[in-house]
């Protein structure tokens, strides 16, 4: 029996208004979110699966020519997002996706580190030196820097991994961030700071669509609020995402020790300073779900996030906000 050929959709970062149509290979997956690569003219080019389909065609389709496994699926709201945003700023959906795959290193899977760590196996000969070693190889950590914590030769650590006291361990060199705590205790607030939070609180636990303006001159406790909203959020939900714009000028180490005061960790991230390891980790964390709390300048958002329940955009009058090249947009508005 002939099935009819498997069409996906595939939008591509370019200045185009929608996505093209390629045939899936058969015994190929690719379903809505799949970063592929595609033909288009001359060029193979990077995309997101949209849609598919099985509606005959009597067109000639070029195939899909490869599904990027290490990366992850672009989510359907991140996608739902892009359609939104090109119809109210009036720009090609490609252009939109665009500035969402800004990081192409993010695609790749992370580098791995080898390590070498004690397997529990004993063995028969042991000395002093590989006791030493012993001794400090509960935790994973190169075989150098284990010899020299040790204080022997690496020879030492080698035979140990020949003999099987000790094993080799892989480890990303992209860890996963730590989980912020909401329930580590605040800072005083004041009787106005304490009514302002509660409003803002209230807002985040009737879980709809609703928007506020929190008001106060440079140095009221403003940020100390917006910790209560963001703990909120993080109560409510285990898996909640929460962005904080602030403009690029404010991403000072200042500003994110603040957030490590009140929960505990340093929140992701995203400005241009960051480099390409940097904006890796963060990118591929923020897809997962495991980046909890992100900080960012305007692009921040366009991150792939999973489950982003509450977005707080600081100091929302500075111009910074505004982009006005390429596609012209306002991060507040969108």
């Keep these: ?41 001359p060029r193979e080019m990077i995309g997101v699966v949209w849609g598919e389909r099985t509606v005959p065609t009597n067109r000639r389709l070029k195939p899909v020519l490869e599904v ?30 665009a500035m969402a795959m800004r990081s192409r290193e993010a695609l790749d899977a992370p580098p791995v580190a080898t390590l070498v760590m004690t397997s529990g196996q004993a063995i028969d000969r042991m000395t002093p030196a ?34 099987g006291a000790l094993m080799h361990v892989e480890r990303s060199l992209d860890p996963p961030f730590p989980l912020p705590d909401p329930e580590r205790p605040p800072r005083d607030l004041t009787g106005e700071q304490k009514e302002a ?22 140095g009221s406790g ?3 609020v917006y910790f209560e909203a963001i703990a909120e959020a993080l109560r409510r939900d285990p898996d909640a995402q929460v962005l904080v714009l602030l403009p ?30 940097a904006r890796r980790r963060v990118w591929r964390e923020v897809a997962a779900g495991r980046a909890r709390i992100v900080v960012g300048a ?24 505004k982009q006005e090249e390429g596609v012209i947009y306002h991060a507040r508005d969108l």
């Design 197 to 218: 939070a509660g409003y803002l609180r209230n807002m985040v636990r009737d879980n709809t669509y609703r928007a506020a303006l929190l008001d106060g001159v440079t």
């Design 68 to 97: 990027i496994a290490t990366a992850p699926p672009l989510p359907a709201n991140m996608r739902s997002f892009i359609e939104r945003a090109a119809k109210y700023i009036c720009a090609p959906m490609g252009n939109v996706l």
């Design 298 to 321: 305007r692009s921040a958002l366009f991150l792939p996030y999973r489950n982003l329940k509450l977005i707080i955009v600081d100091e929302e009058h500075d111009q910074s906000y």
């Design 1 to 41: 029996m002939l099935f009819p050929p498997r069409i996906v959709s595939v939008l591509l970062p370019q200045p185009l208004p929608e996505p093209f149509d390629y045939e899936l290979p058969e015994g190929v997956d690719a379903p809505p979110g799949s970063f592929v690569v595609v033909p288009l003219g």
């Design 222 to 224: 403003k940020t100390e």
């Design 248 to 277: 690029e000028i404010a991403l000072t180490q200042a500003v994110t020790s603040r957030f490590e005061d009140r929960f505990g960790v340093a929140p992701a991230e995203w400005h241009s300073a960051a480099g390409s390891p």
């Design 130 to 163: 590989r006791e030493k070693v012993l001794a400090e190889a509960a935790a994973p950590m190169t075989g150098a820097d284990l010899a020299r914590a040790a204080g022997v030769s690496s020879g030492v650590v080698k035979g140990l991994l020949d003999a």
